[in-house]
């Protein structure tokens, strides 16, 4: 049995150590293997697991260090991805039953640029489903636990990538924000999480959500591991049309550096009325942190983020009701059972023709239509079926104007906001979500509540800004709390160096006890 003590290193230290020789990558897999199986039935992250294939990969690795050929940045050292991105050598379900048994033929950029780099690849993590969620129930297939307490969940929709970290199932993951998904289950499971800017992450190869907020980023236990994970994936990729053409400035080398002159913003309406008092007392005291080390805090207005979790709500299920159409089970996907829906119709024609009514037998399907009714209704969930409803309704004739062209003009308000208030300032802090962990099942049957949870994260998508999630304490009950910090566009760096300042003169959270 591998050394256990392994899985509680940084990946940067498993890096050093790997490159000095005091540890192999197969040692290093085989004890994250290890941890996987020890835990994950409890906890859920993983929908597989490619033990057989990350030895091989660990093995080649090894035998490649050994004799003294160049390596990536990553080499060695496990990843585990969100279920989402494709890889040729792996299934991508989208946590769905409509991609059930999918085997992509091509590897996402993000896949290509990992294996570039030597990662591990170990194994696909839980989501909700299609990526429509933010507690991680919605999977077809298993829910996600959060490792500081088993009855509450992890958050969404990449619940299983923060989960996996937290738990000590893998040192990197990779997750997808396309409302907070990547923040808000880093906050509730105690870990970081990074939403780059938009287009400096390739998406070539993720399976859309929503296309114009959708971005791929990484969650680790520290900010330097984030910095490095979110070295080896982002950059220009012309495959991808909105990625950005800006030469990438690396995060790593420079993430210890602290800031001088810092400025940090405030948001007033961040601490209005909902907000949890130990959420509250947990930011405000990081936040006086950062003025104690030298740091100028500086109010700064949003006043159109209110507006943020109502537009985001029109504009995300309109493009998700659009980049969900192929899924007909005639172009992609689950595919209904053509013989029950040919019984079906037959049935249905017989019953009309006998009772003479010509206007029900006007009504019936065509077999086409009801093939494509019969797959979606099998194969899409019920949060997905919600989404796909709102979007069509936003885009219906007669509502476009009202809905979704209004919610895009809203959109572009908020971004004038956040360019005004980052003349100001250098990064926004405030907190992450209005709670810590809530309870599996607590808001299931409550969308609403449910869409509530996005409310401080919504608006970094929307306006395409980089946005980190780091602990910032825990509650009374030992739950993790998170704190936000947003940049400029294509600030990464200095982004990741605000956090680091933070993280530095913070206390860092164990692994929870499972």
Same mark, same amino acid.
């Given at each position: ?49 490619? #033990?057989?294939?990350?030895?091989? +990969? ?146 070539? #190869? ?29 950059? *220009?990729?012309?495959?991808? &049309? ?27 309406? *961040?601490?209005?009325? #909902? ?23 500086? +109010? ?21 009701? &659009? ?7 005639? *172009? ?145 009950? #030992? ?22 300042? *933070? ?12």
């Amino acid at each position: 049995m591998a050394d256990p003590s392994l899985t509680s290193l940084s990946a940067a230290e498993q890096l050093r150590r790997l490159a000095s020789g005091d540890l192999t990558s197969v040692e290093l897999t085989r004890a994250y293997l290890d941890r996987i199986a020890a835990v994950d039935e409890r906890v859920g992250a993983f929908l597989r697991v490619s #033990g057989d294939r990350a030895i091989e +990969q660990a093995e080649s690795i090894d035998r490649r260090r050994a004799a003294g050929e160049g390596l990536g940045p990553l080499a060695g050292v496990p990843v585990a991805v969100k279920d989402v991105l494709c890889d040729a050598d792996e299934l991508c379900t989208c946590a769905s039953k409509m991609l059930e048994g999918f085997r992509p033929p091509y590897d996402a950029t993000v896949v290509e640029r990992l294996k570039a780099a030597d990662a591990v690849l170990i194994g696909r993590t839980n989501m909700d489903e299609f990526a429509m969620g933010g507690s991680t129930e919605n999977s077809a297939f298993q829910p996600t636990r959060n490792p500081w307490d088993l009855r509450r969940s992890p958050g969404g929709s990449s619940g299983g990538a923060a989960a996996a970290v937290a738990a000590g199932e893998a040192p990197l993951s990779i997750g997808t924000d396309t409302g907070g998904s990547i923040r808000q289950p880093a906050a509730l499971c105690g870990v970081v999480g990074l939403k780059p800017t938009y287009g400096r992450v390739s998406r070539y #190869g993720l399976v859309a959500f929503a296309s114009s907020l959708d971005q791929v980023g990484p969650l680790a236990r520290t900010v330097e591991d984030v910095a490095l994970l979110y070295d080896a994936i982002a950059g *220009h990729d012309p495959r991808d &049309s909105t990625s950005l053409p800006n030469e990438l400035r690396p995060a790593a080398p420079e993430v210890d550096k602290p800031l001088e002159g810092l400025r940090v913003g405030v948001v007033p309406e *961040h601490y209005a009325e #909902g907000l949890d008092p130990e959420v509250r007392s947990a930011v405000e005291s990081a936040i006086e942190g950062y003025r104690q080390r030298g740091a100028e805090v500086v +109010q700064v207005e949003l006043p159109h983020a209110r507006y943020g979790v109502a537009t985001y709500y029109v504009i995300a299920p309109s493009e998700a009701s &659009s980049n969900l159409s192929r899924y007909d089970g005639i *172009h992609y996907g689950h595919r209904a059972d053509e013989s029950q829906v040919a019984a079906e119709l037959a049935a249905e024609r017989k019953a009309a023709s006998e009772s003479g009514d010509k206007a029900a037998l006007a009504k019936i399907d065509s077999a086409l239509v009801r093939l494509y009714r019969k797959s979606r209704t099998e194969g899409f969930g019920p949060e997905v079926k919600r989404r796909i409803m709102l979007g069509v309704y936003a885009l219906s004739e007669g509502y476009a104007d009202a809905y979704y062209l209004k919610a895009l003009k809203v959109r572009r308000l908020i971004r004038e906001d956040y360019d005004r208030a980052f003349e100001k300032v250098d990064v926004i802090a405030g907190p992450v979500t209005a709670a810590p962990a809530f309870k599996l099942g607590e808001l299931v049957d409550d969308p609403l509540s449910m869409y509530l949870v996005d409310l401080y994260t919504v608006s970094a998508n929307l306006a395409g800004l980089p946005a980190v999630s780091l602990p910032c304490g825990q509650s009374k009950s #030992g739950l993790p709390i998170g704190l936000q910090l947003m940049a400029p566009h294509l600030q990464e760096p200095r982004l990741l160096r605000a956090a680091r300042m *933070h993280e530095a003169a913070s206390p860092t959270l164990p692994t929870p006890s499972l």
